[in-house]
């Protein structure tokens, strides 16, 4: 089974804090993904990276940053997390190619207070 | 025009009862579909793949119409465990990340 690990499930941080929040998969999958869900608002896609360094904007970047040092390996970082960034952040991963689908993490619930 | 539509629902059904999903795409280049399940504050996960041919997977049955741009998915004698939101993923082009998500649809089985 693929298995897409997120470090952190539950995190209650301040208002300018940084955080990070930790992704790894375990199916050389070569895309990952940062999403976030909100009531109403649906699965949003914050960035993305289909290889090792390299990385794409998604529809809502603001405030956010990634890095993707080793293939399993994808990390989300609030520079300076804002009470707007409360939410449930999904990493997400899969193989290039028609057909092949995407595998999510079991989500991190970050309250920014 | 949103990329990916679905009726948000909820869905009121008993035990028993058949339910239809609807989900409409706009991008005419899509080539893959999917439908997820998601439970109250869990992760989406893969319920079935779409295919042109429409495919079964016991009491699962998911269509994709090309032609009217939509795909659907049937469930015969819900259960109470089936309670939960369904999600339509679309995918353009084949680089794995041109994918597009309906925002779900509500689905409560009630005894």
């Known amino acids: 089974d693929v298995k897409v690990t997120q470090s952190s499930r539950y995190l209650v941080k301040r208002t300018g804090e940084k955080v990070f929040l930790e992704c790894v998969q375990d199916m050389d999958h070569e895309n990952m993904f940062w999403y976030r869900q909100d009531p109403g608002l649906g699965l949003r896609l914050i960035y993305f990276?289909?290889?090792?360094?390299?990385?794409e904007k998604g529809d809502i970047p603001e405030g956010y940053s990634v890095s993707r040092e080793k293939k399993e390996r994808f990390s989300l970082i609030l520079e300076s997390a804002s009470t707007n960034q409360t939410s449930m952040y999904l990493c997400?991963?899969?193989?290039?190619?028609?057909?092949?689908?995407?595998?999510f993490g079991e989500g991190s619930w970050l309250t920014v207070v | 025009r949103k990329e990916v539509e679905q009726d948000p629902g909820p869905f009121n059904v008993p035990e028993g009862a058949t339910v239809a999903f609807n989900c409409t795409y706009s991008?005419?280049?899509?080539?893959?579909f999917f439908w997820y399940r998601q439970d109250c504050r869990k992760e989406p996960k893969l319920l079935m793949s779409?295919?042109?041919s429409g495919n079964e997977d016991g009491r699962f049955t998911a269509q994709l119409n090309r032609a009217s741009q939509y795909i659907s998915l049937l469930i015969r004698d819900s259960k109470l465990s089936d309670s939960a939101t369904y999600l339509c993923?679309?995918?353009?082009?084949?680089?794995?990340?041109?994918?597009?998500f309906g925002k779900g649809t509500s689905l409560l089985v009630t005894p």
């Open positions: 990276s289909y290889d090792v360094k390299m990385k």
């Open positions: 993923v679309v995918k353009v082009g084949d680089s794995g990340y041109a994918l597009n």
């Open positions: 991008n005419s280049a899509s080539q893959s």
């Open positions: 997400a991963s899969s193989w290039t190619g028609t057909g092949n689908t995407i595998y």
């Open positions: 779409v295919y042109s």
